[in-house]
């Protein structure tokens, strides 16, 4: 088990998750709670960080955390609307800015010997995101920190470890915001850095040991990131006792089945393939709407997981590839979400089966389990594989969904992604898709005019999903590409490249 660890009171900022990310760049664990959770503290925590958030503290319904087990008792960091709270419920005052404080700013380091500056500049750019300012701190709190507009930027409590910032430490615009971070979280909290690949490799294969013992576990593989990690851990907990399953939905990218089954084979992994593309296809016959095709996929995954389980005498686990961001979210600020996407667990088969869950990466964001897999020498392809949406093509088919159209959409798709492989843009890229769009267009094709159909291709850069930028391709393999989907795949006449943001745009279309 971790034995310490920093804990984050989520008050519904954007940014909350980028300051435990942050704060486990430094080899140093840390949990997101609900921010009404601080009298669940346990010995364990070291230190806890107060977010920022969407709410006035001004406001009758802002969230109002019971610090009683934390302030003056352990180190404690308010962000943003976190040292707004600081001030505000313990003597202070806050009140509207007479302007919106928003973007860079330059802030003066007023008391140098303040801890939380400890080898941080003056003048220093940091990020502001705030309508409310700190006009009058508590009775023996001290400003460590001004900026032009802002008094107020930074102060401490006299006799306690208690630290206030009214600017956003995560964001890369302020310059040594991870520099604080580490001033807090290790000189302050005296966290050991210790939170590494390799130690959570070795505690976590401990800990599956300990709770699985003799069990069989069933895992379904998806051939992306996180299914493949949590296979590997658990192979090297209980070696064969694992049984993975792979389905061949029909709706993969071209030869995927086959490749990545070698992948893993080779791996070493007790994995069974199961052919059920007819199934998948014929029942997506007819249906246009995106959720309904995405329930009609998720039904038939359950049938045909469900029937190979079964097969596995003796089991009593399942195991599923969730990590942290999903944890999160089902235990959101303001309570529990829908927000886990039905296709990324297999939802309704564990108390059907009467099977335990276990989930061997439910500690980790995205970019640290592609550095634990890393640790494991997954091979790279498996490993750097762009993100790829449960329900496959189908939901990059903007119509109803056809042999015929997957069939074309494969073909495009394949071409898209050997030619980033190619021109070596794929690792620059965090996510690309081929889209069948339900229109044609006009074309000519030597001397006879086609009515066929329009792909878009889309292709993003990002750092986790939550937010991306279309990525800027050079337009020489954009037109060097649409040449090739031009002229290889029949039934195609136009390709267009999608230049929105996420947001307003999401990454997929459906």
């Given amino acids: 088990m971790v034995t310490e660890k920093i804990i984050i009171l989520d ?45 006035s503290v001004r406001d009758i319904n802002a969230p109002k955390p019971d610090l009683t087990a934390v302030k003056g008792k352990l180190p404690l960091l308010g962000i943003c609307y976190g040292a707004q709270y600081l001030s505000h419920y313990f003597g202070g005052e806050v009140a509207p800015s007479d302007s919106r404080e928003y973007g860079r700013a330059s802030l003066d380091i007023t008391v140098p010997s303040s801890r939380l500056f400890g080898s941080m500049n003056s003048g220093m750019q940091v990020w502001m995101s705030h309508g409310d300012t700190i006009v009058r701190l508590p009775e023996k709190y001290t400003i460590t920190g001004s900026t032009h507009d802002v008094s107020i930027g930074a102060f401490e409590a006299e006799g306690e470890d208690t630290f206030g910032i009214q600017f956003h430490p995560e964001v890369y615009h302020t310059t040594e915001g991870l520099q604080l971070l580490k001033n807090f979280v290790v000189d302050i909290c005296g966290c050991q850095q210790s939170w590494t690949p390799e130690s959570f490799i070795a505690e976590t294969i401990r800990n599956l040991q300990d709770t699985l013992q003799d069990d069989k576990v069933v895992l379904g593989l998806s051939g992306g990131v996180d299914s493949s990690v949590a296979a590997v851990l658990l192979h090297k907990a209980i070696g064969n006792k694992l049984h993975c399953i792979f389905v061949d939905n029909g709706l993969l990218r071209k030869n995927e089945f086959a490749s990545v089954m070698n992948s893993y084979q080779h791996m070493g992994l007790n994995v069974r393939g199961v052919d059920a593309r007819d199934m998948f296809l014929g029942a997506l016959s007819g249906i246009e709407d995106p959720e309904q095709k995405r329930k009609s996929i998720g039904k038939q995954f359950i049938e045909v997981f469900e029937h190979e ?52 990466l439910k500690l980790l964001f995205k970019d640290e389990v592609r550095r634990v897999g890393k640790a494991l020498a997954i091979d790279p392809v498996i490993l750097n594989r762009h993100p790829f949406p449960g329900p496959g093509l189908a939901i990059r088919i903007i119509s109803d969904v056809t042999p015929e159209k997957v069939s074309m959409l494969q073909e495009v798709d394949d071409i898209f992604i050997k030619g980033l492989m190619e021109y070596e843009l794929y690792d620059k890229v965090w996510q690309a898709a081929a889209i069948l769009l339900p229109v044609r267009s006009v074309g000519v094709m030597g001397d006879e005019r086609t009515y066929e159909s329009v792909v878009a291709l889309r292709a993003v850069t990002s750092t986790d999903g939550m937010t991306a930028d279309w990525a800027h391709l050079p337009y020489e393999f954009l037109g060097h590409i649409s040449n090739r989907i031009i002229n290889k795949v029949k039934g195609v006449n136009r390709v267009v490249f999608d230049i929105s943001s996420k947001p307003p745009a999401t990454i997929e279309w459906e």
């Fill in 11 to 55: 008050f519904g900022s954007q940014y909350t998750q980028l300051i435990a990310r942050r704060v486990r760049e430094l080899n140093v664990y840390c949990e997101i709670w609900p921010f009404n959770s601080a009298n669940k503290i346990d010995s364990g925590v070291k230190g806890v960080i107060l977010s920022g958030s969407p709410s």
């Fill in 309 to 360: 389980a079964r097969k596995i005498q003796g089991a009593k686990w399942l195991a599923q590839g969730t990590i942290y961001p999903d944890v999160i979210e089902s235990v959101s600020v303001n309570g529990p979400s829908v927000t886990i996407k039905s296709h990324h667990n297999v939802g309704g088969l564990p108390e059907k089966m009467n099977l335990m869950v276990i989930e061997p």
